[in-house]
């Protein structure tokens, strides 16, 4: 049976993969983290293009039939010029977390965090305003979750301290609805929640994208109707760090992730 394919610059993706294997557990998963090239938050638009369309090439080898790009970067920068190049449906993770986000706010003031490349490109801004164009939005940078997370800080004083300084704009803001514009920052949701206040929104784009792939691949007929998907594990670079950092985003332990040097 063919496989959904997922891509990123590294681990973050795989809160992605898990909301896919929570929702669609019967699908085979195919996913590539670019780990010799990451971040691509840093590169520039021809680059994260460039890399994009290499990964795509890679995943269409092992035979998928939806591509999921499971980093907000490459969404941004890539993704508008890479869909029409290819015939299998491509899936990013701005455009169902921005749906989402402006269902979900009240008072039409949202907020983006992610990393430096996608607040610059202000693809969520832009995609936001296409929705309902009444809307606010309030768009941060927040480098340091990327590197917090990767090292297992989740809480304490100095998460907790950047936090709040990163986040102080979106309270003075008085946005209701926040987009984790990022794979790495669901797993620094309870703080973030936290500071922010119960009562605001925090969107996390894993689950709608699984909500999408979900519609997609009923819409066209190619849900996998037998039972227990296999879920393969590529990498370009470093499969062991890879995997010691996997079971913070994934939930379990990856035994077999693979090294590909001919992407």
Same mark, same amino acid.
């Given at each position: 049976?063919?496989?959904?394919?997922?891509?990123?610059?590294?681990? =973050?993706?795989?809160?992605?993969?898990?909301?896919?294997?929570?929702?669609?557990?019967?699908?085979?998963?195919?996913?590539?983290? &670019?780990? $010799?090239?990451?971040?691509?938050?840093?590169?520039?638009?021809?680059?994260?293009?460039?890399?994009?369309?290499?990964?795509?090439?890679?995943?269409?080898?092992?035979?998928?039939?939806?591509?999921?790009?499971?980093?907000?970067?490459?969404?941004?920068? @890539?993704?508008?010029?890479?869909?029409?190049?290819?015939?299998?449906?491509?899936? =990013?993770?701005?455009?169902?977390? +921005?749906?989402? $986000?402006?269902? $979900?706010?009240?008072?039409?003031?949202?907020? +983006?965090?992610?990393?430096? =490349?996608?607040?610059?490109?202000?693809?969520?801004?832009?995609?936001?305003?296409?929705?309902?164009?009444?809307?606010?939005?309030?768009?941060? $940078?927040?480098?340091?979750? +990327?590197?917090?997370?990767?090292?297992?800080?989740?809480?304490?004083?100095?998460?907790?301290?950047? @936090?709040?300084?990163?986040?102080?704009?979106?309270?003075?803001?008085?946005? &209701?609805?926040?987009?984790?514009?990022?794979?790495?920052?669901?797993?620094?949701?309870?703080?973030?929640?936290?500071?922010?206040?119960?009562?605001?929104?925090?969107? &996390?784009?894993?689950?709608?994208? @699984?909500?999408?792939?979900?519609?997609?691949?009923?819409?066209?007929?190619?849900?996998?109707?037998?039972?227990?998907?296999?879920?393969?594990?590529?990498?370009? &670079?470093?499969?062991?760090?890879?995997?010691?950092?996997?079971?913070?985003?994934? =939930?379990?332990?990856?035994?077999?992730?693979?090294?590909?040097?001919?992407?």
């Amino acid at each position: 049976m063919k496989s959904i394919g997922v891509f990123d610059s590294g681990v =973050g993706g795989l809160t992605v993969v898990k909301e896919l294997i929570r929702q669609l557990p019967n699908e085979n998963i195919v996913y590539f983290g &670019d780990t $010799a090239r990451v971040p691509y938050g840093i590169k520039s638009r021809e680059t994260v293009i460039r890399f994009s369309i290499e990964n795509i090439l890679f995943l269409l080898k092992q035979d998928v039939k939806l591509i999921c790009v499971a980093c907000n970067t490459a969404s941004s920068l @890539a993704l508008p010029v890479i869909k029409n190049h290819f015939r299998v449906p491509i899936v =990013g993770v701005i455009t169902p977390g +921005v749906r989402e $986000a402006v269902y $979900a706010s009240q008072n039409k003031r949202i907020g +983006v965090i992610g990393t430096k =490349g996608t607040i610059k490109s202000r693809t969520y801004e832009i995609e936001i305003k296409q929705l309902d164009s009444k809307v606010k939005v309030k768009a941060l $940078a927040c480098p340091l979750f +990327v590197p917090f997370v990767e090292e297992g800080w989740l809480k304490g004083e100095v998460v907790e301290n950047v @936090a709040k300084s990163y986040l102080k704009p979106l309270k003075d803001a008085g946005v &209701d609805t926040v987009i984790l514009g990022c794979t790495h920052y669901p797993l620094l949701r309870p703080v973030i929640q936290e500071i922010l206040g119960k009562n605001v929104t925090l969107i &996390d784009s894993a689950k709608q994208v @699984a909500i999408e792939v979900k519609k997609i691949l009923a819409n066209e007929d190619l849900l996998n109707r037998s039972s227990g998907g296999k879920h393969r594990f590529f990498v370009s &670079d470093n499969p062991e760090w890879f995997s010691g950092l996997a079971k913070r985003f994934i =939930g379990k332990q990856l035994k077999d992730v693979r090294k590909v040097s001919n992407v």
